[in-house]
């Protein structure tokens, strides 16, 4: 089977939604690489599992556009150091690295064939800012090379809020801020994510709901500041934030 054809009309679209919806200019380049990435995104998933949207139509909004958003909050510095936790086909952290390439995005998953697809699109794309690294969020988290390093940390889709704080938060520098994607439960999810934030050494910022075209429900994104280094002994073991989430 031959994957889709991707016609240019997709992405004149999601350039006129990404000026419109979210004030983003998008050049021919990072357009150029978006197709690209699809293309290849749409090969690689015939032989391993990376995505369960595959109408173009769709990747562009609930792929592209969605990982878009976060450009609408992320500041633009050199040298910014970002990285997305459970990035699975690099979504949204590839998307970042494309529209930030004056930043260091570090793209990160547990599994390491989705980031063999990582690394083939960063050839592929001629991205010099972006690194793998294949490990788990709470792993990460203990190492001196990963804790409180990252000036921004990302996540979409990847658990239930307690948990996710706990694979984030020790990731971020103090100062730093962790951003989520979340879906329609995003303001009760931060509720009951409350006192994992406060013990992590996170304090709520703000929880921004963003409309996107085609999808019923809205996207949010929540911000979370590090104020305080988070405690030794978090994250705890691989497994137990989802197993024993801090409630
Ligand atoms: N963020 C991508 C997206 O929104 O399309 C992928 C979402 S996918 C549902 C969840 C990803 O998180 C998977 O690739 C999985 O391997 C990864 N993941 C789950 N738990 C993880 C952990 N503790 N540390 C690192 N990666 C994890």
Not at 56 to 62: C, L, S
Not at 154 to 173: D, G, I, S
Not at 178 to 183: D, F, P
Not at 196 to 212: K, Q, T
Request: charged share 25%; glycine share 8%; net charge negative.
């Amino acid at each position: 089977m031959t994957p889709p054809d991707i016609g240019e009309a997709h992405w004149r679209e999601l350039r006129a939604r990404a000026k419109s919806l979210l004030n983003l200019e998008l050049n021919a380049e990072q357009l150029g690489r978006f197709a690209r990435f699809t293309t290849l995104l749409l090969e690689w998933n015939q032989r391993i599992n990376l995505t369960g949207i595959t109408d173009p139509d769709e990747i562009a909004v609930k792929h592209f556009l969605d990982s878009l958003t976060l450009a609408t909050v992320i500041p633009r510095f050199d040298g910014l150091r970002i990285v997305d936790v459970g990035t699975g086909a690099g979504f949204p952290g590839l998307v970042i690295a494309i529209m930030y390439p004056e930043c260091q995005v570090t793209l990160m998953d547990s599994t390491g064939k989705k980031l063999r697809f990582i690394e083939h699109i960063g050839e592929a794309l001629g991205l010099g800012n972006i690194r793998v690294l294949h490990s788990r969020a709470e792993d990460a988290g203990r190492s001196r090379s990963h804790r409180e390093v990252y000036d921004i940390v990302t996540a979409r889709a990847v658990a239930p809020m307690p948990a996710l704080m706990e694979y984030t938060l020790p990731l971020a520098k103090l100062e730093g801020q962790v951003i989520v994607m979340r879906g329609a439960e995003a303001y009760d999810e931060s509720n009951a994510a409350a006192r994992a934030i406060d013990i992590l050494g996170g304090e709520l910022y703000a929880i921004e709901e963003i409309r996107l075209p085609t999808l019923s429900n809205s996207r949010y994104l929540v911000l979370v500041d590090k104020v305080e280094p988070t405690p030794r002994g978090y994250p705890r073991n691989a497994g137990t934030p989802t197993r024993e989430p801090i409630v």
